[in-house]
């Protein structure tokens, strides 16, 4: 099996970039898949029963990407609950008054969902309500 020996011989799992242009460049490539992960393409969906408002990105019909913009306790009365009992929050799939609401807004065209290369892969039909 192949690979690149480390440093002390072990196995190394990334580059260093000791050269500082293909490192600025690293940072530069790093940047904008951060801004084009994390920024474009994002939608304001607000929570239909609470009003909570958060960032949506489908990426296919089942992969949705959602950034809170506050502590999800401190916005939505059902991470409130579930922090409240000492429930740990990271552990919960997330708000199901919420998810209801980011179905909403796909069914009526405000999130998009792009079109997918594999038609094994799922459509917009599959998602659940």
């Known amino acids: 099996m192949g690979g ?4 002390g011989g072990g196995w190394a799992k990334a580059r260093t970039f000791t050269d500082p242009a293909e ?9 904008e898949d951060r801004r084009r992960y994390m920024v474009d393409a994002m939608v304001p969906v607000a929570c239909e029963r609470c009003g909570t408002e958060v960032l ?32 740990p929050t990271a552990l919960r799939d997330g708000c199901p008054d919420l998810d209801s609401s980011i179905v ?5 065209g405000r999130v998009e969902v792009p079109e997918e290369d594999d038609p094994a892969a799922g459509s917009a039909d599959t998602m659940k309500d």
């Open 104 to 108: 909403h807004a796909v069914r009526a």
């Open 4 to 7: 690149r020996q480390g440093p």
């Open 23 to 31: 490192r600025a460049a690293l940072h530069r490539a790093t940047d």
């Open 56 to 87: 949506v990105r489908k990426l296919t019909a089942q992969h949705t990407s959602v950034q809170w913009q506050d502590e999800p306790a401190a916005t939505c009365p059902r991470f409130a609950e579930w922090a409240g009992t000492g429930t």
